[in-house]
């Protein structure tokens, strides 16, 4: 790699300087939007750092999203509802490039890019080079699978409660390259990637205690930020052994080696939707004002009303009452195959959104209350009791 060549940031800031040097108009625009976005991190921050408790606090939090009362969503394990000030970031600076998209006016976005990096980074307790800002889980999940060196007679163990789409995208995998996939929980001197799907954004994490090689989220569900983007977090020491699923403008040399320092060898996806990846902040300001334990509380409390209410109603459950061991998830039993159709009614019935996966699955979010819960449970009683 020739030692002449700058990192993309570094290019692109040395363009602008060198040719609009002297234009405040820029300049302007730039720090407009930035003190912008941090005008609405600083907003959403005090809203929720009112004083208020209880029941007062969670009605605040539910006001925040913009979904009606006439529909409900029960379907966090799979899409939430982005906060409303994430949303409108992301229209707002999505007009800002639509207005101008000379790459002039977009440098703004790699600040803002990392200032959505360092917020959610310290929230791991990982550092900000520790992570990139993928699409969604199944490509973070993907970029794991795709770049260890793995040949015909290595063994890959999965867990057999993994989601469908770690389950094939190993599979296919397998089919390339020969090598075993077996599924049973085993971890010792192994390279060990957990799919956080279900727990960023819901629970407290500290991801580098728990020791992990790599770890892989969305933002669009429990953290209810912008859609289509994903968290791969890669541990230090296995970031080289790892290739890049993808290679598109913005790497540098022609070998596995960028100038893309740490984690972020894995972002060079071509395009990408700044905006979003900008108004990943909001949500990130948002999660620090509430705090991961309040947030993991209020889950729990949720999700155990929405079990009690379904026992009494003489109805089993699939998930376990334990909340180590099911959280946010909550799973009626259904005869085989009503799953899908119950889910539907009470979509169609009682305008809650829940999943017909493996069962009849609600999941509760921060943004439902408890008379939401109810009103599932009104509805849970009309169709199965
Ligand atoms: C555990 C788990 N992993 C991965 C995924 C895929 O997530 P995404 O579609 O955001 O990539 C899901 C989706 O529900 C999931 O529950």
Redesign the pocket.
Known sequence: MSKQLSTPDQGRRQFLSRTLKGSSALMLGAAALSSQLAIAQQSVSAQFNQPMSGEDYWQMAREQFSFPETTVPMNA??LCPSFRSVAEQVAFLTADIDQDCSFNNRSKFLDLLENTRALVAAQLKVSAGDIALVR????A?NIINNGLDLSAGDEVIIWDEN?P??HVAWQVRAARYGFNVIKVAKACGIYVCV?G??TWGAMALDVKALGMDSFAA?A??WYKGPKEV?LLYIKADQRARIWPGVVASGWWGNGPETRLSGARKFESLGQRDDAALAALSVAARIHDSIGSARIEQRTVQLSQHLKSGVQSLGLPLVTPLDTALSFGVVVVQTEAGQGGPLSNRLYEEFRIAGAGTGGLRLCLGIYNTLAHVDRALAGIKQLMV
Do not use: F, I
């Open positions: 394990a799979k969604n889980t199944s490509e999940n989601h789409t770690t799919d799907a279900q969305s669009h569900k994903g």
